[in-house]
């Protein structure tokens, strides 16, 4: 799933080299070295899908789901989808392209209620959260039972976010893009009055059809929506939340030349710097105040890549070495990096010598802790401790 509108003119040696200009005009600090690292492999775990974009397991449940962007979620069963889909959505969403379905969410309880959280482009072109519950058949969802809970118009059919997840909080997360148009032509990453380009943070279990967190940065501020948590993001296409050390990673994809990862503190509040930078350099002009923007400790050019995909904190057994590490992807180059945040700063950066990804477009953390990594064009694969 290609995930940007203009950002196909990617010559290596022109990008690297604006990318340095930009860079020094900006003030950037010292640009991450990546290390080439070994001992990790990549195992399909699933395959047979049609363009799945996302994978997730409820709470305690070792459970694969399957979300593909035609609208169907799978249940894997013995590394193949399960012939009758877990929730099938596809008369419902307008998919292709950066459309479709895009996320799904299992409620923290939902062991007990049987509740999950789903995120779609209609056939409207607008973004909807849904909640749905599972039938008395837990390997089948209540198509019934679907309620919309926040639905978001889309001014262009690119640029839609889409990720959602719970928290450490119990809040909902939900990711939001810019609106797309290429370069923010309507200006919403600056915008406090819209909900697009943004994060927003929503308690679903209270308020009808949900409450505001009382905690959340802006809750009574004029001019500014509730919602909100963060603001100034491009396509913050995937989020990973880090528990032990309450902070959120934001990977938000960039615009003709840069992409980039926010390491932000749980309470939020902050600006990502959309549209007023692009990366740590300046979007229009080449200078510009930066003054209250939150700039991305990682940040690379367009010659070693040309779209983010985030990521997860790993806090599984199966790896040590890569405790507290957050792991990454670029969907047009196919690799896989990592690094630990570390007393305000990027350590341990490494770039994992592992087969090309066919268009990596999703990361998870399957029921036993361990990574898994979504291809587009069809499998799960997880990550694994190399051979000897």
């Not at 209609?122 to 969802?141: L, M, N």
């Amino acid at each position: 799933m290609r995930r940007a509108g203009a950002r196909r003119a990617r010559a290596a040696v022109a990008a690297l080299a604006v990318a340095a200009a930009l860079l020094a005009a900006a003030g950037a600090a010292r640009a991450v070295t990546w290390e080439p690292a070994d001992g990790l492999a990549l195992r399909t775990v699933a395959e047979g899908f049609e363009r799945p974009v996302h994978v997730a397991s409820p709470p305690g449940d070792r459970r694969l789901f399957v979300v593909e962007q035609g609208g169907r979620i799978l249940l894997v069963e013995r590394g193949r989808p399960r012939a009758r889909p877990f929730l099938d959505l596809t008369a419902r969403v307008r998919a292709g392209g950066e459309r479709g379905l895009l996320s799904l969410a299992f409620h923290p309880r939902y062991a007990r209620n049987g509740l999950f959280f789903v995120n779609y482009t209609d056939r409207d072109g607008h973004t909807r959260i849904e909640r749905y519950r599972v039938s008395s058949d837990p390997t089948v969802a209540d198509p019934a039972s679907g309620r919309t809970i926040l639905r978001i118009e889309q001014p262009f059919a690119n640029h839609n976010g889409g990720h959602i997840l719970f928290g450490p909080d119990g809040m909902l997360w939900i990711g939001m893009g810019d609106g797309g148009g290429g370069g923010d032509p309507l200006g919403h990453g600056q915008n406090r009055a819209t909900l697009l380009g943004a994060i927003l943070r929503i308690d679903v279990d209270r308020g009808d059809p949900y409450a505001i967190p009382p905690d959340n940065p802006w809750p009574r501020t004029a001019g500014t929506r509730p919602e909100l948590w963060a603001i100034g993001a491009r396509n913050p296409w995937r989020l990973a939340m880090d528990p032990v050390e309450r902070l959120v990673y934001v990977a938000d994809v960039g615009q003709n030349r840069f992409e980039e990862v926010h390491v932000v503190p749980l309470a939020g509040g902050v600006n990502l710097g959309w549209n007023i930078m692009e990366g740590r350099a300046c979007h229009r002009a080449q200078r510009c105040d930066t003054a209250g923007l939150d700039l991305p400790p990682v940040v690379y050019p367009h010659g070693e890549g040309c779209s983010i995909t985030g990521g997860v904190v790993y806090r599984g057994r199966a790896l040590p070495a890569l405790a507290g590490h957050y792991l990454f992807a670029d969907y047009c180059a196919g690799w896989i990096r990592s690094f630990r945040w570390a007393g305000g700063r990027v350590e341990a950066a490494r770039a994992w010598r592992l087969p090309r990804v066919e268009a990596p477009v999703s990361f998870a953390v399957d029921g036993d802790g361990e990574v898994l990594v979504v291809s587009h064009a069809g499998r799960i694969l997880r990550l694994e401790p190399a051979r000897r």
